[in-house]
């Protein structure tokens, strides 16, 4: 296996990062402070062909590989800083268009991935509830076949994109005593009648990244709008997550955007009549965060070889899954801790990875559940 980076990836990934450094970072504090989710931002980078990028080519994406799609995700994330736009990008990208690729229709591809390609449209992928969280099986929407339609009645909850997306990829049951058998997917266009979506959650941070509830009553959704098979949504749900670990690309460049601030700001601030970046236990911390990112970047890559290469990747992706998300985590306190008082400071945006490792600890499965799954297939029961 040859983890370097070809010619043409090293190119891609320098024209993501100075695209997301020159076009991108300059306006993350505004909008995380002031304006919220900025639709200029968004078409900047449909324009750079970021928000269909492993979209295939003859639906008017950019056809990037898993690993490519990595590199790009990582160098966005390491130029721009801007953890919140990663969200609605990854979340649109590969939690909502590339389960259309993967078991949509040719006529629910025609329709829907070119315009989510090119950014027109946006998604959001609906699975949480307010009762079924990490128990995804026990979700209570129903869908309801009428006919040539599907009545869709319950709600979602925690859903990223939900105030601002176009398209749903929505999880309900066709038959609730079922369990996980009953589950099965729709794609629900906004203005379908039945279908409203609450206010802007209110988070701790990633503010620019609106989360929201979506709320089904008597939802008619057209039968051709289904999504793979009647009953095969939670399969469905599991294979479309090898897509969805693609975002760890991200929190490998959130490190190494903290560690580039983190290093700037050592070699700066001075105590005791020298830059701090001269004492060793500051240069320990460092030292912890570059490990962290190492260990954590060859964890991905193999991910997304395994991806490429169609291996089994349930152990992986669980163990990859846990490993970086709470690596990013490590990492991001002691991006606080080099900061001292300042980076407590909103002047400062360096405590933003904080909430964003946080959050990408419990989004996509907990670690708590990621150690029962490696537990469960370590012991076979
Ligand atoms: C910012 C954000 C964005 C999100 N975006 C989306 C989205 O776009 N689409 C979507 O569908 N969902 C989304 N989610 C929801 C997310 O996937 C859920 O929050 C997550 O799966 C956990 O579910 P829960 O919050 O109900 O926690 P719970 O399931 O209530 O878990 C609470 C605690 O109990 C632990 N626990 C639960 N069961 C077990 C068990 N069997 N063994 C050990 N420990 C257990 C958990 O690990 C956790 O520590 C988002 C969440 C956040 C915070």
């Not at 994406?61 to 721009?80: K, L, N, V």
């Not at 006529?107 to 090119?118: D, R």
């Not at 970046?277 to 193999?302: G, H, P, S, T, W």
Request: net charge neutral; proline share 3%.
């Amino acid at each position: 296996m040859d983890f370097n980076l070809t010619e043409e990836q090293r190119m891609f990934a320098d024209s993501v990062e100075k695209f997301a450094q020159k076009e991108i970072a300059p306006g993350v504090e505004e909008r995380e402070e002031v304006t919220g989710f900025s639709i200029d931002t968004w078409k900047k980078m449909s324009a750079f062909g970021l928000n269909g990028l492993c979209i295939p080519v003859e639906y008017g994406g950019g056809g990037a590989d898993p690993i490519t799609t990595i590199i790009g995700t990582q160098a966005f994330a390491r130029g721009s800083g801007d953890f919140s736009l990663v969200v609605v990008w990854l979340s649109h990208l590969l939690l909502a268009a590339m389960p259309i690729v993967d078991l949509g229709t040719e006529a629910q591809k025609k329709k829907y991935l070119p315009k989510m390609a090119s950014g027109e449209w946006i998604g959001a992928y609906a699975l949480t509830e307010p009762e079924a969280g990490t128990d995804a099986t026990g979700l209570r929407t129903t869908a309801k076949k009428e006919g040539d339609h599907y009545i869709l009645n319950g709600s979602k909850t925690f859903i990223s994109n939900a105030p601002i997306a176009d398209v749903f990829v929505v999880f309900a049951s066709i038959d609730l005593s079922l369990r996980a058998g009953g589950i099965t997917i729709f794609i629900v266009d906004r203005n379908t009648p039945g279908l409203t979506t609450g206010k802007p959650l209110k988070k701790y941070d990633g503010h620019s990244a609106p989360t929201g509830e979506i709320f089904f009553e008597d939802c008619r959704v057209p039968a051709e709008n289904l999504l793979g098979k009647e009953g095969e949504g939670f399969l469905a749900m599991i294979s479309s997550l090898g897509w969805e670990r693609m975002a760890f690309g991200s929190s490998i460049g959130i490190m190494e955007w903290e560690l580039n601030q983190c290093i700037a700001y050592a070699k700066e601030r001075k105590q005791f009549g020298k830059p701090i970046a001269k004492f060793q236990l500051v240069q320990a911390m460092l030292a912890e965060m570059k490990i962290d990112i190492e260990a954590a970047r060859y964890l991905v890559y193999n991910l997304a070889w395994k991806k490429h290469t169609k291996t089994d990747t349930a152990l992986d992706a669980a163990i990859t899954k846990t490993f970086v998300t709470e690596a990013a985590n490590r990492n991001s306190q002691k991006a606080v801790q080099i900061f001292g008082g300042n980076g407590c400071m909103r002047e400062y945006p360096i405590g933003h990875g904080l909430w964003a490792s946080k959050m990408s600890m419990i989004g996509g499965g907990t670690s708590q559940i990621q150690r029962v799954i490696i537990g469960r297939l370590l012991t076979g029961s």
